[in-house]
């Protein structure tokens, strides 16, 4: 049974990034279906993964590091720096995406200003579409902001070794 | 008519209760006490600081949880500033400290 085995085995920094790879390919499928919506909420849920994982590896996190030890800190941290900032119960990407910059900065590794402006720019627009909660609606959504998010997404995925090294 | 702010904590009561006693216990140890055992790892100053709390009463609590109560009953002892170089905060059943081979005994 899939909850004794997720009960049995803490998630890894590992099994984010791999959750998101999948995830990503997940919602590309969805999307060349005509499932708009899905799709959208998926390539988002990747995108979170995706920040997650970069913020870990950013402390320095191994591979096979549980992810619980992670989020008290990181949560100590955001409400010293970026208070105002919510968190939408871990969900939030501009909260990953602000924890990821600024802590790059605190640390001396800052990411590039071109790198640095394009992750804002991208997560804002990405922001301004996804949330988790998509996953209570059923809604029909617009050619044009599924092509966004694949593009912002699709971005995120390809820039995201650079994030964290 | 005056209108009250309530703020949540989001804490679930026995996070609470874990909270008030990891603090106490970090603040006064007790001598005869045999958890919570408090384990803090660091490489020297301005390095990153990790914290292993291993305590069988963690058990009803949520392992993302568990980190929070860590670091709230750490800020509470340290200081706000004194907590921005932890990077991990892990609250484990002896069990699972374990099976992560964290050594504490």
């Known amino acids: ?165 | 008519m005056p209108v009250k702010k309530l703020v949540r904590s989001g804490r679930s009561p026995a996070g609470q209760t874990l909270l008030s006693r990891l603090v106490d216990e970090w603040k006064r140890p007790a001598p005869d006490a045999q958890q919570p055992i408090i384990i803090e790892e660091s490489g020297g100053q301005g390095q990153p600081v990790h914290l292993y709390v291993v305590w069988d009463d963690w058990a009803p609590v949520g392992s993302i949880e568990r980190s929070e109560v860590i670091m709230d009953a750490y800020e509470e002892v340290q200081g706000r500033g004194g907590a921005t170089n932890v990077t991990v905060a892990m609250g484990l059943t002896p069990i699972e400290a374990d099976r992560l081979g964290i050594r504490y005994r």
């Open chain 1, 1 to 165: 049974m899939l909850r004794r085995q997720l009960d049995a085995t803490p998630e890894t920094v590992a099994d984010f990034e791999l959750a998101g790879e999948s995830r990503y390919w997940d919602g590309c499928q969805l999307i060349t279906q005509g499932h708009g919506l899905g799709g959208i909420y998926l390539l988002g849920y990747a995108a979170e993964m995706i920040l997650k994982h970069a913020c870990f590896r950013t402390d320095r996190a191994r591979p096979a590091d549980p992810v619980a030890g992670f989020f008290g800190p990181i949560r100590a941290w955001m409400n010293v720096r970026y208070p105002s900032v919510d968190r939408e119960t871990y969900h939030s990407l501009l909260f990953w995406t602000h924890y990821l910059r600024g802590k790059r900065r605190d640390i001396g590794t800052p990411l590039s200003n071109g790198l640095d402006s394009e992750l804002m720019r991208r997560t804002r627009r990405l922001y301004s579409t996804w949330s988790v909660d998509l996953r209570y609606r059923d809604w029909t959504v617009q050619a044009t902001e599924v092509q966004l998010v694949y593009n912002d997404v699709t971005w995120l995925r390809d820039t995201r070794i650079r994030l964290w090294s």
